[in-house]
């Protein structure tokens, strides 16, 4: 499976965005996603995620509420709709899948490059 992340860019406080990723493989659908983010200095998190089917979602405490992650298996895609964003929103988003359920980096077997997501005050 291969991932190509997109999306990214620069946008006002309180502004939207839509990240995509697209795969390229047949088994796509049988893993599961999840999106990371990584800001200078810090550790790369898990912010969403979703398993196989879509019908299993979870959040990080810092998005919950702002943030939706879906699927749509038939199109290889997987998105993130981002809303109300904040400049500590501001990182390297990742798309990263996994065979299992996406906890950690460990849970991941393939990433996406990243799209840097650049929200200012």
């Known amino acids: 499976v291969q991932l190509q992340a997109s999306g990214g860019g620069l946008v006002q406080a309180g502004g939207s965005l839509t990240l995509s990723c697209a795969a390229s493989?047949?088994?796509?659908?049988?893993?599961?996603v999840g999106w990371f983010r990584q800001a200078p200095g810090k550790e790369r998190e898990l912010v969403a995620r979703?398993?196989?089917?879509?019908?299993?979602?979870d959040y990080s405490d810092s998005v919950k509420g702002r943030f939706t992650i879906s699927r749509d298996n038939a199109k290889n895609t997987v998105t993130l709709q981002m809303s109300s964003l904040k400049p500590e929103d501001t990182a390297v988003y990742y798309c990263?899948?996994?065979?299992?359920?996406?906890?950690?980096?460990?849970?991941?077997?393939?990433w996406g490059q990243g799209t840097l997501v650049t929200v200012s005050s």
């Open positions: 979703i398993n196989w089917s879509g019908g299993n979602t």
């Open positions: 990263a899948a996994g065979a299992s359920t996406i906890a950690t980096v460990r849970s991941v077997s393939h």
């Open positions: 493989g047949r088994t796509f659908s049988s893993y599961a």
